[in-house]
C-alpha cells in the first residue's frame, strides 16, 4: 500500500509536468515569469486546480486568464508526458499562501518587537 493517496501523487506530478510545460512549450509573452506552487486534484482525478505564483502582480488577472484560456493545449501536452486514463480538467488560479505568509511573519515581528519593547520598559522601571 501506498504511504498516501493517488491523488497527492498525481496532483505532484501534474505540478512538475505543467511547470515543465508552460516555461517551454507554451509560447505567449503575456505568460511572463510563473511559478506552479501546487496542484489540487480530486479525488476521482477529473478536476486539477493549478495554483501559480507571478512575478509582476500588476499582471496577476491576465496571466491567469492568458492561462486558462490555454488550458487545453496545456491539458494536451499533459496527455503525452503523463500516463493517467483521464487528465484533468485544468483550473488555474493565483496562489495567496505566499501573500498569506508575508502578512503572518509581518504580525510575528510586531509581537516579538512588542514583547521587546515590554521586557526594557518592565527593567528600567524596576
Known sequence: M???KRSIRVSDL???EIAEIIMHKLRDPRVGFVTV???DVSDDLRNA???VSVLEEARQDEVIKTLNASAKFIRGELAHGVRIKFIPRLIFKI???IEYGIK????LNEIKSQATQDESETEDGS
Open 14 to 16: 501534474i505540478r512538475k
Open 37 to 39: 506552487t501546487g496542484v
Open 49 to 51: 486546480m493549478v495554483y
Open 2 to 4: 501506498h504511504p498516501y
Open 104 to 107: 503572518i511573519d509581518k504580525i
Open 95 to 97: 496562489d495567496k499562501s
